[in-house]
Each structure stands twice: as C-alpha cells, then as structure tokens.
C-alpha cells in the first residue's frame, strides 16, 4: 500500500507556477493519485485526480510518469489565494484506511 | 445548499463530559468518514461507515462512538473526553465502489474540539 512523501514547504511568488511532487513508490497497479487543497479552518477539497500520464482541468496539472512512482501538482501562475496546504492521496477502490489517510501535507505559501 | 455540514464548529468543554458532533451529506453518497487533524495538520481517519454499516474502524479509544442513523448522517459521540481529544474533526463523505478510480472526498469544515 502506498505511502506518500511530499515537502513540508514551499514559498513562491504571485504569478509563478508552483510544482509539489509526492512521492508513492509503493503505489499498486489499480492506485490512482488524488490531490487536496485546504484553506485554514475549512475541510480539505479535491483539485485533481490521474491514473498516468498527464491530467489537467480549471485549476491544475497533474503529471505522473510512466513508472508511477511519484506525480507532480503543478500550479500555473499563483496568486495570493492559492495559499494553503496541498494533500496527495494514493489508493484504489478498496479505500483502505491506510490508503485514506491523508499525510501532513504541504504548506504553499505565496508572496506577493 | 452546502454539500456536507458539520455541526458544531467549536465545541470547548471540561475534561470528563460527553459530547456529540453532527455531520450531514446532501451528495447522495453512500459512504461517510470521521477524520482527526492535529496540530501538525496531519490528517487521520477514525471510522468510515459505507450504507449505515462501520467498514473502517481505526484504533480509537472506544470513548468514541460513531453512529448512523441513515446514509445522509454520521454522528461522532465522544465519552469522558480528555485534554489529547482536543483537535480539529472533520467528516467527509464519497461514492463507493466507483469502477477503478477512488471516490473523492467530500469534507465539510471541521469542528474545533477543544478540552480544558
């Protein structure tokens, strides 16, 4: 069952892209990769799910190479309040309590 | 309209007494979860109750006490509480069984438990 890595922090710039990599290297073959966003005092949202390859819709890009072992969070041209904390999650459709806990995540801070 | 809500979000109370938080999804999902945040913003999930029935049940101290009533409500009880309960409780909810993809979770904001 995979476990997840990820940087506790990141700082960047209004107006830049912001990539967050989590690593999963125990990842199963029917896993997919799901990232969360959380804004203080609310309950983590969902921003973006993939299986491989790559993954993009309104808010971000997910990319996931071909071994699967690890996938990047990108974030094109941030702004003050993308500011929050970034989860991935990794499991399949059994939802296993290990698979559904969530990591301690990474702080993106963004300065203007 | 909101999707899953949780009440209430702060609850402060003295070592000892018992307390109950309030979670509703309006999603039509059929699977509910408890999740604790600490301070260090780690996330853990508690219990997972999928059709009115517990599917996950993580080693919680059984001062704890989900119950379901019906797939739309999952209520957390919480006996004799202690200063290390004091946290941040979220409830979520997803679609099981969805093919081969994880259902997301849904969460709502949290209640801000806190024991003196």
């Known amino acids: 069952l995979a476990k997840t890595t990820q940087p506790i922090s990141m700082d960047s710039y209004e107006g830049q892209e912001v990539n967050i990599t989590c690593s999963h290297n125990?990842?199963?073959?029917?896993?997919?990769i799901t990232w969360y966003q959380q804004f203080p005092s609310q309950g983590p949202r969902f921003i973006i799910q993939g299986y491989k390859t790559k993954v993009t819709n309104e808010v971000a890009s997910l990319f996931i190479p071909a071994d699967r072992k690890s996938s990047t969070l990108s974030l094109p041209r941030v702004s003050l309040s993308d500011t929050a904390v970034y989860y991935c999650?990794?499991?399949?459709?059994?939802?296993?309590?290990?698979?559904?806990?969530f990591g301690s995540g990474t702080q993106l801070t963004v300065l203007p | 309209d909101t999707a899953v809500s949780q009440t209430p979000k702060y609850l402060v109370t003295q070592m000892g007494n018992d307390k109950s938080i309030k979670c509703e999804q309006n999603?039509?999902?059929?699977?509910m979860y408890w999740y604790k945040q600490d301070s260090k913003k780690f996330l853990k999930i508690m219990f997972s109750y999928n059709n009115k029935e517990l599917i996950i049940n993580e080693t919680v101290p059984n001062r704890f006490s989900p119950k379901s009533p019906d797939k739309a409500h999952l209520n957390l009880h919480i006996n004799s509480l202690e200063l290390g309960d004091s946290a941040v409780y979220f409830c979520?909810?997803?679609?099981w069984g969805t093919g081969t993809a994880t259902s997301p979770l849904h969460f709502g904001n949290g209640t801000r438990l806190t024991v003196t």
């Open positions: 999650l990794v499991g399949g459709p059994s939802g296993s309590a290990r698979q559904l806990t």
């Open positions: 979520a909810s997803s679609q």
């Open positions: 125990n990842i199963a073959t029917n896993d997919y």
């Open positions: 999603l039509g999902h059929d699977t």
